[in-house]
């Protein structure tokens, strides 16, 4: 009896994704690459797009497709894509469902569990066309800041329209969300569950002078409520190169509050980015 349930004890352990988690395996070569970096750089087959979505919902685009440096399927957003709607947005559309099309893009990485259910993804297996622009996925590049060689970098800012998320009530609930890390050799397995609140409105009060990195700028820093109040304490913000979000944090000093609109993004290990340029990670 006793061997019968120690076995069951280690079959849940294992199946994590019965009770609707997420489980996402990734290879520590990609993680040592990526660690440190705000973007990456993907030869995208584009699958599906999306409309343009209205200013209230978030003015994105998604494009859904594959890459061969992300290892699997993933969406990329631009942002207030109805500024670049006769530009990038037109370019992204003429390659859509065109395999032998790839479009070349640069963009915000990171992992966000925004889709409830069941999902398993592993980095390096076949990936099959993803059949809808609002297919569950796991790995985005978000926000694009240049596509087919056209700089996006004027659309790192924020939404006109668009209702931000509290801060207390995010960074709450990022806080809350339990996350699993298991090595295993060559690769690194992450248990989550889903979080929302993908754009986020807080004041960022720096810990350290400004790091400049290859593409971006990193910092540690507190988050605050706009009214002033301290949500959490020391959390990796990355920004986006050439950015007017990095270029008003490269301008500030420790202890300077910047109250400006920055939207927040729980992640792993410090590894991701996201968001108008700006991201929290609320997993340390």
């Not at 992300?70 to 894509?81: F, K, L, T, Y």
């Not at 929302?196 to 400004?210: D, H, K, R």
């Amino acid at each position: 009896m006793r061997r019968k349930v120690l076995f069951l004890i280690v079959i849940l352990a294992l199946t994590p994704a019965l009770y609707g988690q997420t489980v996402v395996t990734l290879k520590n070569s990609f993680i040592e690459q990526y660690k440190n970096r705000a973007t990456i750089d993907a030869t995208f087959n584009v699958d599906h797009t999306s409309a343009i979505h209205p200013a209230s919902q978030d003015g994105d685009i998604h494009i859904a497709g594959r890459a061969k440096e992300i290892g699997w399927h993933g969406v990329a957003e631009i942002m207030n894509a109805k500024t670049e709607k006769n530009q990038a947005v037109k370019t992204v559309k003429s390659v859509e469902g065109k395999e032998t099309s790839p479009l070349q893009i640069t963009g915000a990485w990171r992992i966000w569990s925004e889709h409830g259910g069941q999902i398993v993804e592993t980095q390096g297996e076949s990936s099959e066309p993803l059949d809808s622009s609002g297919a569950a996925h796991v790995f985005q590049i978000h926000p694009v800041s240049q596509a087919d060689g056209r700089s996006l970098a004027h659309t790192f800012v924020p939404t006109a329209g668009y209702p931000f998320k509290d801060a207390d009530t995010a960074f709450t609930t990022y806080e809350r969300t339990g996350c699993q890390i298991v090595p295993h050799g060559d690769t690194t397995t992450i248990i989550t569950s889903k979080v929302g609140y993908n754009y986020t409105e807080f004041v960022m009060v720096l810990n350290e002078s400004p790091n400049t990195i290859t593409d971006g700028t990193m910092v540690f820093a507190d988050v605050e409520t706009l009214q002033g109040e301290s949500i959490v304490k020391h959390r990796r913000m990355v920004f986006v190169k050439d950015t007017e979000p990095e270029t008003a944090v490269k301008g500030m000093s420790r202890a300077a509050p910047a109250r400006d609109r920055h939207p927040a993004d729980r992640s792993f290990a410090g590894v991701l980015a996201g968001g108008h340029g700006g991201r929290s990670d609320s997993e340390g």
